[in-house]
């Protein structure tokens, strides 16, 4: 009415959205390196309250979107790097990580690569400097080593799928063995024994009516 147009809204109105980066396995990269390679990948996060969040990579509609966002998510974010981050590094503790990630570094190969001056300037954390170091050359260094390790994994799988086997068709014998129930024949000899008791029983019976029913001779007995 007062000759404004109406603001229009958002795509994901009511949602809370940020931008962020992620990171994500590059599976051909780490079996080149031998170790574990990350991506980054500048994505959105899209999560309504009391919902599930949404989280994949950023496309041009969202920067339309949300452009104030995205500005500042531009200002302090750096180039995008490929590597294994400092967040990813098993040698890595939570304090460190905040104090390198808040001095720009954000992988491993960074660190590895800082010259002897900043490593003054880091002080006590300058140590993970070299230790970035020794872990990229045993990364690097045991690729074949990995290769093998993969080959008697799955030679060690055959090897158990074989026992299993082997123990199942022996548990089978067992139970062929041992388990069966011998009661029901023990039964049927129970009932041929009786069978039989009861056959004998009837002949006797037999004999006894064919003696009593039998017709008495006439005349004097045999002399014996």
Do not use: C
């Not at 229009?8 to 009511?14: T, W």
């Amino acid at each position: 009415m007062n000759g404004q147009m109406p603001q229009q809204r958002k795509r994901f109105h009511g949602a809370n959205v940020r931008f962020f980066n992620s990171y994500n396995e590059n599976k051909e990269k780490s079996l080149q390196a031998g170790r574990a390679i990350f991506d980054e990948i500048p994505s959105i996060s899209i999560q309504y309250p009391g919902g599930d969040e949404t989280v994949r990579k950023i496309e041009p509609h969202d920067v339309a979107d949300y452009p104030e966002l995205y500005a500042a998510f531009k200002a302090g974010s750096e180039p995008v790097v490929s590597g294994t981050p400092l967040a990813e590094w098993p040698l890595m503790n939570g304090s460190t990580l905040r104090e390198l990630q808040h001095l720009g570094f954000k992988t491993v190969e960074q660190l590895a690569d800082a010259h002897d001056e900043i490593k003054r300037k880091l002080g006590p954390t300058g140590r993970f400097v070299k230790m970035a170091k020794d872990w990229l050359d045993a990364a690097n260094s045991s690729q074949f080593s990995v290769v093998a390790l993969k080959q008697q994994l799955e030679r060690e799988q055959k090897r158990t799928a074989k026992l299993e086997e082997q123990v199942e068709l022996l548990l089978q014998r067992v139970e062929g063995n041992e388990g069966t129930d011998l009661r029901p024949r023990r039964k049927e000899v129970i009932r041929s024994i009786e069978v039989e008791d009861e056959l004998l029983e009837e002949g006797s019976q037999d004999e006894v009516l064919e003696e009593e029913t039998a017709p008495k001779r006439r005349g004097r007995p045999r002399k014996v």
